[in-house]
């Protein structure tokens, strides 16, 4: 997908892109995209735009640094930008928050078992 907004870029045509739900928050902020000669590298004024495939480990790495939501968001948007960054950090920490809930409690009950 983001080969076809470095399309729409380069050529200035978002005819395309503008009824489609996914283009949406490229279209919302186009005047601040640019794309380099060869089309392989989009920005958001001076911030990467990440393609989707790389997003969740953009995420990943920043959370690893910052647990707080805030702060790995902060993090990441110094340097990269991509659509709905703030959900899927959210739903990063949530999804660490419950595998460690998780881990805590199989510990827990290993230590039951254990004293029986």
């Known amino acids: 997908m983001l080969s076809k907004v470095a399309e729409c870029i380069s050529t200035g045509d978002w005819r395309d892109a503008c009824g489609k739900a996914e283009f949406q928050p490229y279209v919302n902020v186009k005047p601040e995209l640019a794309v380099d000669a060869d089309r392989s590298i989009v920005l958001r004024q001076t911030r990467l735009v990440i393609p989707s495939a ?6 990943d790495i920043a959370h690893a640094a910052h647990t707080d939501i805030e702060k790995t968001t902060s993090l990441i948007r110094t340097k990269c ?3 709905r960054l703030h959900t899927l950090v959210d739903k ?4 660490y928050a419950h595998a460690l809930h998780v881990k805590a409690t199989h510990h827990k009950l290993g230590q039951w078992h254990y004293y029986r």
């Open 54 to 59: 790389l997003q969740q480990r953009i995420v």
């Open 81 to 83: 930008w991509f659509p």
């Open 92 to 95: 990063t920490r949530q999804d």
